[in-house]
């Protein structure tokens, strides 16, 4: 049985990230995966980032986070959710950045450097990145995280990959996913209420770890 440091989990970021890819199985030839499909993948990134952004606007529990004024942009403001269209110059913007996300994640090399850069996704997205208006609820993360999985999926079936290759690149892909998604969950830890000590004649609550 290897011996895992738990604290350290919580304060180092490559500690973490190792550990998180040897238990789910996210190897060396599923980054070769990753990478070697980029070239057929970043040529269809814009529609996917079209394709994101048209669900994202279509709720107002999304929408609203792009009414603050993102870090870095410096144009005209929406002036409510009416304005939020694909094409206001804030949601242009935020395009852009989830545009370099995915080529991001195609086709940079997963050393210390991708750790750190997966760690700032999930804490940008939190008061705790300097701009206390964006504070986007994990719910609402969950919801893009698992709009993107599904999206990249979708994207690789339509490539018509040999059926190997296409299960092993989705396969590796979906590990990626849940990394990524752990590395922006980690930001909402501090902001979770503790649990609640049980009576004893409360039953306890099913988990996968009994």
């Known amino acids: 049985m290897k011996s895992v440091d738990e604290a350290r989990l919580e304060s180092d ?3 973490r990230y190792d550990y998180l ?3 789910i199985g996210f190897t060396e030839d599923d ?3 990753i ?3 980029a070239a057929r993948l970043t040529p269809r990134i814009p529609a996917m980032v079209d394709g994101t952004y048209r669900q994202l606007l279509s709720f107002d529990a999304t929408a609203r986070h792009f009414l603050p004024r993102q870090f870095g942009f410096e144009g005209q403001l929406p002036d409510g959710l009416a304005a939020l269209g694909q094409d206001a110059e804030q949601i242009q913007f935020r395009k852009e950045h989830l545009r370099r996300y995915l080529q991001a994640l195609v086709g940079n090399p997963y050393d210390a450097r991708m750790v750190k850069y997966l760690n700032v ?3 940008m997205h939190t008061p705790q990145s300097g701009n206390k208006q964006i504070d986007v609820p994990l719910v609402q993360m969950n919801a893009l995280m698992g709009l993107l999985s599904d999206t990249l999926t979708e994207t690789i079936f339509d490539l018509e990959l040999d059926k190997n290759e296409e299960r092993s690149t989705v396969r590796a892909f979906q590990k990626l996913m849940w990394i990524q998604n752990d590395f922006i969950n980690r930001h909402y830890q501090s902001a979770s209420p503790q649990p609640t000590p049980s009576s004893p004649d ?4 099913a988990s996968a770890w009994r």
């Open 21 to 23: 890819a040897e238990f």
């Open 35 to 37: 990478h070697g499909l």
């Open 121 to 123: 996704v999930g804490k």
């Open 13 to 15: 970021l490559q500690y």
């Open 202 to 205: 409360t039953p306890p609550a």
């Open 31 to 33: 980054v070769r995966r």
